[in-house]
T-cell receptor, first 109, second 116 residues
């Protein structure tokens, strides 16, 4: 079993829908990252957090350290949000980044 | 104003050859990384360098040798290429060592390596 699990693996939405992507992890962490990989392959860091909640535009990321769970929310989704969203945690013990397998999101107009 | 650049973007080569991928960052970061993304799109860290010193070395065949001539560059040299080395390789950098422990990663565009 992967130390970082994401759900769902694939997600299809209509433009305007509210989207939630989940990430659960089993190791102690010092930080959690949400990354976006565009269809062209480029990777962008969206959020890095270790507690609470962060918001950037239509994107919101939350983390619950006790439950070892994070969620990425997209409000008023748009076709340009179509991408693979990757959760990654920095292991507290080894300092390495461990990646989830990603969630492929497609938003249709 | 590319923050993290990699060359080449595409690399097609035959088994047994030796090849290098170059990475440069102009962000003034102390730490650079190499990641491998396999055909299933799973990202995995290979190496991490901080101020030209090796910090993380995952279980990677010793055919892979990173070289950091200065803290702005981290090149990846691969000897005796094998079919299984075909993947997309991403370079990244971050500003480590801050008291907040915030290590935001900045990724390069990736190098798609195809070994035939």
């Amino acid at each position: 079993k992967n130390e970082v699990e994401q759900s769902p693996q694939n997600l299809t939405a209509q433009e305007g829908e509210f989207i939630t992507i989940n990430c659960s992890y089993s190791v102690g962490i010092s930080a959690l990252h949400w990354l976006q990989q565009h269809p062209g392959g480029g990777i962008v860091s969206l959020f890095m957090l270790s507690s609470g909640k962060k918001k950037h535009g239509r994107l919101i990321a939350t983390i619950n350290i006790q439950e070892k769970h994070s969620s990425l929310h997209i409000t008023a989704s748009h076709p340009r949000d179509s991408a693979v969203y990757i959760c990654a945690v920095r292991s507290y013990n080894t300092d390495k980044l461990i990646f989830g397998t990603g969630t492929r999101l497609q938003v249709f107009p | 104003d590319t923050a993290v650049s990699q060359t080449p973007k595409y690399l097609v080569t035959q088994m047994g050859n030796d090849k290098s991928i170059k990475c440069e960052q102009n962000l003034g970061h102390d730490t650079m990384y190499w990641y491998k993304q396999d055909s299933k799109k799973f990202l995995k860290i290979m190496f991490s360098y901080n101020n030209k010193e090796l910090i993380i070395n995952e279980t990677v065949p010793n055919r892979f040798s990173p070289k950091s001539p200065d803290k702005a560059h981290l090149n990846l040299h691969i000897n005796s290429l094998e079919l299984g080395d075909s993947a997309v390789y991403f370079c990244a950098s971050s500003q480590e060592g801050q008291a907040t422990l915030w290590y935001e990663q900045y990724f390069g565009p990736g190098t798609r390596l195809t070994v035939t």
